[in-house]
């Protein structure tokens, strides 16, 4: 069965560190999806990013950075120079193509990040 | 332009009572889905509409739980009989096509308190 772990709970940051939040896996498909949501205190679900199971090209967006891992099924995030805006809830997620017609998103526990300044 | 929509944003219950939740997707979306957000147990799926197909209610936790969608757009959710453990935040969600790689869109989410 799918499953999504995000082991770290809680981490508290000052401004401008370097973050890594941790994202592991499991599913027992070859085709799947991960995504990253980031949820601030007004309480909306973002999008930040979609990856595929065949592309484990890291990726770059500003300051934040995705390094996706099938060989450790990992699918972590870093955030650079870290702000105050980024303090929220960050959930990873799966969907898996076997699901059929069901799209549907696993997430993970979540882990909120608190940034001071 | 107008992203998913959720209605009330708050709702109080009394113990026993049935209530409806209401989600308006993003226009031309056809795939609607209902999560669940709670302490205990984070995000969970509880049903999925796309389209004309039968919807896949393989999350709902109970009989209690059921969930409609008119004319492929508007979508209420229905808990009938009340009981505390159903207090969270419902969240609904809409995509483009439902397909695996579509990005889903959150509405802002109903928070439940359940007394």
Known sequence: AQKVTQAQTEISVVEKEDVTLDCVYETRDTTYYLFWYKQPPSGELVFLIRRNSFDEQNEISGRYSWNFQKSTSSFNFTITASQVVDSAVYFCALSELYNGANSKLTFGKGITLSVRP | ?115
């Not at chain 2, 209401?22 to 999925?48: K, M």
Request: with cysteine; aromatic share 10%.
């Open chain 2, 1 to 115: 332009g107008a992203g998913v929509s959720q209605s009330p944003s708050n709702k109080v219950t009394e113990k026993g009572k049935d209530v409806e939740l209401r989600c308006d997707p993003i226009s031309g979306h056809t795939a609607l889905y209902w999560y669940r957000q709670s302490l205990g147990q984070g995000l969970e799926f509880l049903i999925y509409f796309q389209g004309n197909s039968a919807p896949d209610k393989s999350g709902l936790p109970s009989d209690r739980f059921s969930a409609e969608r008119t004319g492929g757009s508007v979508s209420t959710l229905t808990i009938q009989r009340t009981q505390q453990e159903d207090s969270a935040v419902y969240l609904c969600a809409s995509s483009i096509a439902g397909m695996v790689y579509n990005e889903q869109f959150f509405g802002p989410g109903t928070r439940l308190t359940v007394l």
